[in-house]
């Protein structure tokens, strides 16, 4: 076993939740063997072609990886290995909070053909296809953001990517409504933390209008402009919003998240053309936080 491949408790649990050998025309090459030429690759950031020929062809692994992001094989993934750690007890819903990191555009990342892509095989779009492939531009050239929401145990449970100059705020709510955690006794599964937790970039009336709406405590401080507003409204303007120290100080825990999601190279600088493979890119990542011990 090589440093950075999967250890057999965390194969032991991944296993049981990746597709089927034999379901295709041809035989499948050990899933364990491609996953960890994606882990080398996610970890060290070389291009494909630039794989040990211990992982086996790098076409093989390249395919497997861009297969399973267009097909939602990675999404699914991670939604069975949340139900596990939520079976376990491994999810801390007491704090969850929301943040996002812009991730520098490699130059190779530009230039994807203007056609849509389609999953092999099959005559639809990936899932997490964007037009605009999330690329953006900013300061610092080409840039890609990744917003998320982070439980307390410091592992992601939402991810989105999106352009690097878009606004945190407005993606609040599509990140909350990615929060989609599955019980394996049955019964609805859960979207609703305790508590929620975020900067000053998230708050506006309409996030504060959708989180009492779906009744989930949070604490986002006030910007000094939208008190102003608010007073210079009166009793128009509604009541001050609560606001506890306390609380807000675990807010460091997503950042914390983000930092161990950078840690991987191949995250930390986007490199692949499409968005829906970058999205991929990130899923293992976070896969591979919750497989750890």
Known sequence: MGRGDLSDSEWARLRPHLPKAG?????????????NGIL??????VPWRDLPARFGKWKTVYERHRRWSADGTWDRVFAAVLSDADAEGRIDWSMVSVDSTS???????????????????KRAMPRQH?????????????????????????????LLVTPGQWGDAPQLIPVMERIRVGRLGGGRPRTRPDH??????YSSRRNRRYLRRRQIKH????????????????????????????????????????????????????????AYVFQGTVTVAAIRLWLRA
């Open 23 to 35: 379901q295709r025309g041809g035989r499948w090459a050990s899933h364990r063997r491609v996953i």
């Open 40 to 45: 080398f690759r996610q970890r060290t950031g």
């Open 103 to 121: 991730c520098r555009a490699h130059q190779h990342a530009a230039g994807a053909r203007r056609r849509s892509p389609q999953v092999p095989g």
């Open 130 to 158: 964007r037009p605009d492939e999330g690329l953006g531009r900013s300061r610092g050239g080409l840039t890609c953001k990744i917003h998320l929401a982070g439980e307390g145990g410091r592992r992601p449970l939402a």
């Open 196 to 201: 929620l937790g975020g900067d000053k970039a």
């Open 219 to 274: 604490t986002i401080p006030e910007p000094k402009s939208q008190r102003a507003n608010r007073k210079r409204r009166g009793s128009h303007g509604g009541r001050p919003t609560g606001f506890d120290k306390t609380i807000y100080k675990r807010r460091n825990e997503v950042e914390r998240t983000i930092n161990a999601l950078k840690n991987f190279r191949a995250v930390a600088t986007r490199f692949d053309k499409r």
